[in-house]
């Protein structure tokens, strides 16, 4: 039955050949030149949460790597080969395996720059720390890695894609 619900190629291509997707991406590159954007909160979940289905979808990641990457660790981030390495140090198991690697090619990484920029910077409650996640709520609140995990869900639901969604399906 675990076998039927795994996040299959299929999946992922109906995923990134979705409207929701499209949407995300037209969004993220009109937010590249306009610096002056009204931001909604439709438009920070939209833009957040296909980030975060990318990021697990290249990396098969728990939720905790992404809910707990910060933004000094992603400013951080050193180019290896031909994409951004990421290393995220506060994950379940640390103490075993050390710092969580996530592989951000290039695309995903300017992505993820403009996100942090225009969206994340334009939140009501403005966080600025560095030491803030860099996946926060509207409200600018945390997320836990069961909100990581809902907000993969959500995204794959508004891109058409049926059945369950989690990270440990990859």
Known sequence: EEVSTLITPDKV????QSQATRDAVILLGKL????????TQGMYTLVRDYLIAQIMIDNANRAGVVA?????????AKMEDDSYVVEVL????????????????VHLYNHLDIFLKE?????????????????????GKSLQSSQVTKAL???????????PIHHTLY
């Open 153 to 163: 869900g959500s995204i794959f639901k508004k891109a058409g894609v049926v059945g």
């Open 68 to 76: 707990f990457m910060i933004v000094k660790e992603f400013l951080r």
């Open 90 to 105: 506060h994950h379940k198991t640390v103490d075993t395996h050390g710092p969580a690697q996530v592989v951000l090619m």
């Open 119 to 139: 969206l994340r910077a334009k939140l009501p409650c403005l966080q600025t720390d560095v030491n803030m996640p860099m996946f926060l709520s509207w409200l």
């Open 32 to 39: 590249s030149g306009a610096h002056s954007m009204e931001i």
């Open 13 to 16: 291509k109906e995923f990134e």
